[in-house]
């Protein structure tokens, strides 16, 4: 059973940057970044798989960047130009045989929360 750790969240100002990270207690082939808002639903920001495949909506293009380590089980999350409404609780997501949009992935972590004000 693996376990997946967030951190590198916390509070950044509108026009900010912040990467989060996710280690797996193993390697899991593919590894995604979720985030849910208050009163939203939970929506994935980008999937990767281990081979460098990524997953992610055009909504998602351009501000955030996934990227993996395979030799140390992390995937990370590099944000750019944050708005308020990037604000959210963001999850780390891991499975070995699904990679898409959904929330059916075998693993997740306990969530960073991210607050982007001015």
């Known amino acids: 059973q693996a376990q997946l750790v967030e951190s590198g969240g916390g509070s950044v100002q509108i026009g900010g940057s912040l990467r989060l990270s996710c280690k797996a207690t193993m390697y899991i082939n593919c590894m995604a970044w979720f985030r849910q808002a208050p009163g939203k639903e939970r929506e994935r920001v980008a999937s990767m798989l281990g081979v460098g495949i990524i997953g992610q909506g055009d909504d998602m293009k351009g501000r955030f960047s996934i990227s993996r380590d395979n030799t140390k089980n992390t995937v990370y999350l590099q944000m750019s130009n944050l708005n308020a409404e990037d604000s959210a609780i963001y999850y780390c997501?891991?499975?070995?045989?699904?990679?898409?949009?959904?929330?059916?992935?075998?693993?997740w972590g306990q969530g960073t929360q991210v607050t982007v004000s001015s």
């Open positions: 997501a891991a499975d070995d045989g699904y990679c898409g949009s959904s929330l059916a992935y075998t693993y």
